[in-house]
């Protein structure tokens, strides 16, 4: 399981690396998204990998900690998944009004912006 | 008092809503109520700072929950200080905004700039690591309406840029709260330092990775060396009174450097002098690209911008020491270089408009109010590389005297000392060629208007198009207030260098209290009355 889990955040995480550097920006926002689903994957994680098991205490006598996983991994899942949700609409709308301003996709500045007089492309 | 700590964060929110739901189609309306907030942000900021001078920790549970479980904001000195710090920059580059007219060049200039302040004070006020990400998602979020304010191809292109470096840093930051609360199971930064604490030397690992994660987001965020690269262009492109308000978002980075080392790890701690023994030859390495950038730099935007970058590289010198003294010397150098930072791209952005948005380097005609300009340059510019008699001086001696006992002082000295004749002959070279060679070019027009020739000159048509991405001087609301914000922050530096006796003591004090943080713990986990069982 904690092989699986881990295989897991690596390979996405090692992807969404790859994609960022690519240089035009619709594979960049795909691995931006892969990046932040390997860490929400990490996040929940951090508490403890616990099957079938509900994030609230049972009974009223002394806890018992092994029919029960942590529920702030969780809440904090939930915000990050909300954040980097609103975020990936950000730079989508973004990219693409670069897009439609610059007349390319690319990420990297043009020209224009290192020198006078540089092409605009 | 109680209620008064989480007041900068919801003034703000409440008035940016207001001129969002309520008056987005009516500009006066919103330049009065974003001018009136952000004046009532100075008072609470400053009534804050003199609570939080008297050396108390004062801590605000939100919901009245018990801490750590759920989340609290801290006030101290040093909080205290920023806050300060930062309403008075966003009073004074809000009002350049309207002044030079940049609110009027695209939509919801003053809703977004409220909730950046708002991002801005939550940073500055947190005392839990999960919410001081969210206030920085806060913050980032308005920056990038701010960022691309106005359009233009550029500038959408370099806002693309900053957003994607910012959502790695993001994602960077959750990595390292994932780690750090896998390792401590608390993400309240006082219960933090007590279980760091607590940990014995063998389980050390992972948290230090995660101390190493967390410096590398706040590193980001500060944008040292090799992380700086999202900086220059995206500075170089912002709007003026945008990138003036970004000195301070530079310095959240800084802040939180300062904070989580001396409160979390400090550096007798578990983690050692790990983060001091990266810092330092990072900062160093800032400050020669900042100053080396300032020297070659070919467009007056990007100068200002490897200024920024250089300020960093000598606050964080300062900063990895973490001594008392050099903690104080940095404090004091934070006010100095983000008063600093934030005139040069206002007084950028002036020369701008009175171009037709032409920052480069090169020979142009003499552009209007020249020499009223130019001395407000050659204040900045005396400021921002360190010559006497303004605060840079005293901030940089001040560093090298804190310095003084490290190993390493004497690459410390001359790398401080030998980039700041860099910072000299750069804003040398970028004066005379803004303010000196137009007169040359007059003397010819001169001489072809004595020859009968019809002068080439061609005069800025003055216009009034909100939607064009450039400002222009023909757009300015009010070239006066535009001047006197201008002059506002240079005052601020003039104080800064006759009070230089009193604000040192002060950050004296600050630092003192940062590196004696029996009280946060106390204050945050052990007085919990009133809170609810």
Partial sequence: ????????????????????????????????????????????????????????????????????????????????????????????????GAFIEGGDDYIDMPESDRREGGDTE | MNHFIIAPVVLPAIIGGLIILWMRHDLLLQRVFSTVGSALLLGVALYLAFHANTGEVFVYRLGNWPAP?????????????????????????????IGSGWDRKGWHFHALWQFQMMGVMGAFLTGDAFNLFVFFEVLLIASYGLMIHGGGALRLRAGVQYVVINLIGSTLFLAALGTLYAVTGTLNMADMAVKVAQMPASDTAILRAGAVLLMLVFAIKAALVPLHFWLPSTYANAPGPVAALFAIMSKVGVYAIIRFYTL???????????????????????????????????????????????????????????????ISAALYYTIHST????????????????????????????????????????????AAAGLPPMSGFIGKLLVLDATRLDPWWIGIWATILITSLFAIVGFGRAGSTLFWLPFQLQRIEQQAEAEGKPAPRAPIPPKLEPDEHIQDIGDAVSPALAFAATGALLAGLVLLTVFAG????????????????????????????????
């Fill in chain 1, 1 to 96: 399981m904690e092989a699986l889990v881990a295989i897991a955040i690596g390979a996405m995480s090692a992807s969404g690396i790859y994609l960022v550097l690519r240089l035009r920006t619709f594979p960049v926002v795909i691995g931006m998204t892969m990046m932040s689903y390997a860490i929400n994957l990490f996040l929940v994680t951090t508490g403890r990998l616990a099957v079938n098991k509900p994030p609230i205490l049972q009974g009223h006598g002394p806890a018992d900690f092994s029919a029960y996983t942590d529920p702030l991994p969780q809440a904090l899942t939930l915000t990050a998944i909300v954040i980097s949700f609103g975020m990936t609409a950000v730079v989508v709308l973004l990219s693409l």
């Fill in chain 2, 69 to 97: 479980f759920g989340i609290v904001l801290m006030l101290d000195r040093l909080a205290g200080l920023m806050l300060v710090l930062t309403a008075f920059l966003g009073l004074v580059v809000q009002l350049y905004g």
């Fill in chain 2, 264 to 326: 979390v790890f400090p550096g007798d701690g578990a983690v050692e002098s790990l983060i001091s023994d990266m810092l330092l030859p990072a900062a160093l390495i800032t400050l020669v690209v900042g100053q080396v950038g300032v020297l070659g730099g070919r467009h007056m935007g990007r100068v200002a911008a490897m200024s920024a970058i250089a300020s960093i590289g000598t606050l964080v010198i300062a900063v990895s020491m973490f001594t008392p003294a050099s």
């Fill in chain 2, 339 to 382: 008063l600093t930072g934030a005139a040069l791209f206002l007084i950028a952005d002036m020369i701008a408009a009175r171009r037709g948005g032409d920052l480069w380097l090169t020979l142009r005609p003499k552009i209007q109010n020249s020499g009223l300009i130019a001395a407000l340059f050659f204040a900045a510019a005396i």
């Fill in chain 2, 502 to 533: 009193p604000a040192l003591r002060m950050t004296d004090t600050i630092a003192e209290q940062l590196f004696s943080p029996h009280p946060y713990v106390e204050s945050v986990l052990t007085n919990q009355e009133g809170a609810r069982p």
